[in-house]
């Protein structure tokens, strides 16, 4: 199991698109909340729509929230809180196919996250559905 490998205290390092992390600032300074609570918040609240059996909610949350575009990535550091969250993060890459790896789920997640409190540009899903009949 990955699990075994991984310890709930460590922090990891992800390179994030720096205009993410510009509005993981604002979000803090609206909110006084750390950035690594933010990821906290947005995987808890996540979970909790998968939970209530919303698996497509899910689905377009990740699918239609990938990163703002930047020319510079910059080091974010996060922290799975538990086995719970780790292990649904690799179920989802691994089981469920909706996440490419652990670093594209935590951009997705924050992205959508951001967009959905409002301190991030929100994209339009007719764009990704262009196209496609």
């Known amino acids: 199991m990955v ?18 992390m510009d509005a993981m600032d604002v979000y803090t300074s609206k909110t006084g909340m750390r950035k690594t609570s933010i990821f906290d918040a947005a995987i808890f609240k996540l ?30 550091c996060i922290r799975f809180t538990g086995e719970e969250s780790f292990q649904w993060v690799c179920d989802l890459e691994q089981n469920e196919a909706i996440v490419a790896s652990t670093r ?3 951009l997705r997640l ?24």
């Open 104 to 106: 594209d789920f935590v």
């Open 47 to 76: 979970m909790r729509i998968w939970d209530e059996g919303k698996r497509d909610e899910v689905e377009r949350a990740l699918f239609y929230n990938p990163p703002p575009q930047s020319l510079k990535n910059v080091p974010l």
């Open 110 to 133: 924050l992205s959508w996250f951001l967009r959905e409190n409002g301190v991030l540009e929100k994209h339009d899903e007719k764009v990704f559905l262009k196209g496609k009949k």
């Open 3 to 20: 699990w075994d490998n991984y310890s709930p205290r460590d922090f990891k390092v992800v390179t994030i698109p720096e205009r993410l």
